[in-house]
């Protein structure tokens, strides 16, 4: 009996520790892609449009975000008015890919009114506002940075919303009805807006997260 449970009992315990090998060795569920020690979020076959103003748009409020939307897999492409290439304040020039006047907010996840002292061309434009319009109405996500934000405000859209926009808009977003937040960025459902060229990375990153819920 005796050499019995010697042979055994050693049989026994090796097939104890191969079986729990196997039991706890399961594949680890596949997280997010870190960078930097941030969580990469992947919004691959989403679509952005970004509006610039044909000329003196802010160069980093849109070079920024569209580095950070290109960087987790979202197809940007660029409308304006009138051009078919838009000239930043500080001289980037990037080439037009529609023309706002045929712009369909059905094409698009996101549409994004890009600021700088050019912007405020859009101020009063039928087709800018409608265009702001018709992506709220329609669900979409709906931002934008600097003295853009007054596009929207213009266009009806931020009445009972959060929002934040460089100073000088203040006045006009708590006219239409807005709580000016005074932030770098603030989201406030679908809308997100942003303050100024300092802020232009974080409303990147804002986008995608909104684009990805």
Do not use: H, W
Not at 57 to 77: H, I, K, S, W
Request: proline fraction near 4%; hydrophobic fraction near 45%; aromatic fraction near 8%.
């Amino acid at each position: 009996m005796k050499k019995f449970l010697l042979v055994i009992l050693p049989i026994f315990i090796i097939a104890l520790i191969v079986s729990g090998f196997f039991v706890f060795k399961k594949e680890k569920p596949v997280e997010p892609k870190k960078e930097g020690g941030e969580i990469k979020v992947e919004i691959s076959g989403k679509k952005v449009l970004m509006v610039l103003a044909p000329k003196d748009f802010r160069d980093e409020e849109y070079q920024e975000p569209r580095t950070v939307l290109e960087e987790v897999g979202a197809q940007v492409m660029v409308a304006s008015k009138g051009v078919t290439t838009a000239t930043g304040k500080l001289g980037a020039t990037v080439a037009v890919d529609q023309d706002l006047a045929k712009v369909k907010v059905e094409d698009y996840d996101a549409i994004i009114f890009v600021g700088g002292p050019g912007s405020s061309v859009y101020f009063d434009d039928q087709e800018a506002l409608a265009l702001a319009k018709k992506a709220y109405d329609e669900g979409k996500v709906v931002g934008a940075i600097c003295i853009a934000p007054s596009i929207l405000a213009n266009a009806g859209i931020l009445e009972g919303k959060q929002a934040t926009a460089f100073p000088t808009e203040l006045v006009n977003l708590k006219r239409k009805g807005a709580t000016y937040t005074g932030k770098g960025v603030t989201v406030d459902g679908k809308i997100i807006t942003a303050r100024g060229p300092e802020a232009a990375s974080e409303f990147g990153q804002k986008l995608v997260e909104v684009l990805s819920q």
